[in-house]
């Protein structure tokens, strides 16, 4: 079993790029869920070293290269950005990154505060209470040899607990509000999606702020199942770091 202690850097140039991919993974289990100034601080302190070491291996630097491996079902197993818990109770088995290959990606995940109630029968309630899916949608271009990110849409529905939020659900969600997107456009030369209805009014205003910036979105590793993510919402932010798997 993996600890928490840090390996220096002779210790991590003698892995192979499997073995880092795996430390990371292992190092990163059941961390997600730690307030946020902890997980930047572990990132740091752990993290941070094996990162530096798998982008000096990465195998596909050239942004061109990566957009045919992108494409399709990614899951976050860590991340250090701001917002991605602003809301209770994210079910990380129901949070998805999705990219099509029309230039739109989108980061969705259902929030159901109730999910962790301890009690069987209490868990059994919790299933028919309503759930809040959220999904950010996006997109992206790739100019100068670099990621162009450009947010869409913040589109939100209430559900019912429970009946999952599956890939195929997501993903046909996901092409729906990029249908209604692509027609509106043709009439208009900007057209933003912004529902916030359901949400307290801080929380909207965080989301509002995101949407109306211009990401920055970095590869620091990809390859064709696993992708280690430097973002940042704008360019006075510190940069955020996510750690992601294939799922489909």
Do not use: C
């Not at 818990?85 to 995940?109: C, K, T, V, W």
């Not at 990809?222 to 940069?239: E, P």
């Amino acid at each position: 079993m993996i600890d928490d202690t840090a390996l220096n850097p002779q210790e991590l140039n003698q892995k192979t790029t499997e073995e880092l991919k795996q430390e990371l993974l292992q190092l990163t289990q059941n961390k997600d869920s730690q307030p946020l100034k902890q997980k930047v601080q572990f990132y740091q302190e752990y993290l941070a070293p094996i990162v530096t070491e798998l982008s000096q291996r990465n195998p596909f630097p050239q942004v061109e290269e990566q957009v045919p491996l992108i494409l399709g079902v990614w899951k976050s197993v860590f991340s250090t950005i701001p917002f991605q818990d602003s809301l209770p109770g994210r079910l990380p088995e129901q949070s998805y990154q999705i990219f099509h290959d029309n230039g739109f990606y989108a980061n969705m995940a259902r929030y159901a505060p109730g999910n962790k109630l301890k009690f069987g029968w209490l868990q059994k309630l919790a299933s028919v209470f309503l759930a809040f899916d959220l999904m950010i949608v996006q997109k992206y271009q790739i100019k100068e040899d670099e990621w162009l990110i450009e947010n869409i849409a913040i589109k939100q529905a209430l559900r019912w607990q429970g009946i999952p939020l599956s890939i195929e659900k997501a993903d046909n969600w996901f092409t729906k509000v990029v249908k209604s997107y692509s027609q509106n456009t043709e009439t208009a030369n900007t057209y933003t999606q912004v529902e916030l209805k359901n949400l307290d009014s801080s929380t909207a205003k965080k989301y509002k702020t995101a949407l109306g910036a211009t990401p920055e979105f970095e590869h620091l590793y990809i390859d064709n199942d696993f992708r280690v993510v430097r973002s940042r919402r704008q360019a006075k932010q510190r940069n955020s770091y996510t750690i992601a798997v294939r799922i489909k």
